[in-house]
T-cell receptor, first 115, second 113 residues
């Protein structure tokens, strides 16, 4: 399996809802990432997990809560989001190579709309 | 931290012509430079990457060149086809940056039939 999968593909939620995004990979990658992408902009890094431990949190508001239950799964829990949080949420994974030259592979994303 | 600038922001070429997109980076410790293609509503897909111990890499109609002295790298697409139309992002990673890729702002490439 050479793919990163994400569910759901689309999500519409109100500002008081709690929802979760899910990401899965079976490539044996030990680094997993969450990105947020607005239209016509590059992906913005939110979180990085290395060996199932959170290694980077790019000053993301606490209404976004990541979780890495095991080496294949990555979740993003959403609570009390704002309309400006509407975006494409991308998951990615990579090996962990010395020198940082590992390639990141992206999932198809979850299109989130906050009403 | 790393800063990546990408030009041009939009590029239109006739089918069969070549397209060149250029990026510059600021951190001399950067050692990995991928290029991603993103079609509308789709995921970014890696099309080619280059590591700092190599000056040029080619894969069929796509090539990337790296000039470490000048801190710039370029994507070259030859014999462009309409299906090459997409947004292209360059990125760079510093060897000391704990896995963080810094992306350029993107180039919308349109190949006119």
């Amino acid at each position: 399996d050479t793919e990163v999968t994400q569910t759901p593909k689309h999500l519409v939620m109100g500002m008081t809802n709690k929802k979760s995004l899910k990401c899965e990979q079976h490539m044996g990658h030990r680094a997993m990432y969450w990105y947020k992408q607005k239209a016509k902009k590059p992906p913005e890094l939110m979180f990085v997990y290395s060996y199932e431990k959170l290694s980077i949190n790019e000053s993301v508001p606490s209404r976004f809560s990541p979780e890495c239950p095991n080496s294949s799964l990555l979740n993003l829990h959403l609570h009390a989001l704002q309309p400006e949080d509407s975006a494409l949420y991308l998951c990615a994974s990579s090996q962990i190579l010395a020198g940082g030259t590992d390639t990141q592979y992206f999932g198809p994303g979850t299109r989130l709309t906050v009403l | 931290g790393e800063n990546v600038e990408q030009h041009p922001s939009t590029l239109s070429v006739q089918e069969g012509d070549s397209a060149v997109i250029k990026c510059t980076y600021s951190d001399s410790a950067s050692n990995y430079f991928p290029w991603y293609k993103q079609e509308l509503g789709k995921r970014p897909q890696l099309i080619i990457d280059i590591r700092s111990n190599v000056g040029e890499k080619k894969d069929q109609r796509i090539a990337v060149t790296l000039n470490k002295t000048a801190k710039h790298f370029s994507l070259h697409i030859t014999e462009t086809q309409p299906e090459d139309s997409a947004v292209y992002f360059c990125a760079a990673r510093s060897s000391g940056s704990a896995r963080q890729l810094t992306f350029g702002s993107g180039t919308q490439l349109t190949v006119l039939p």
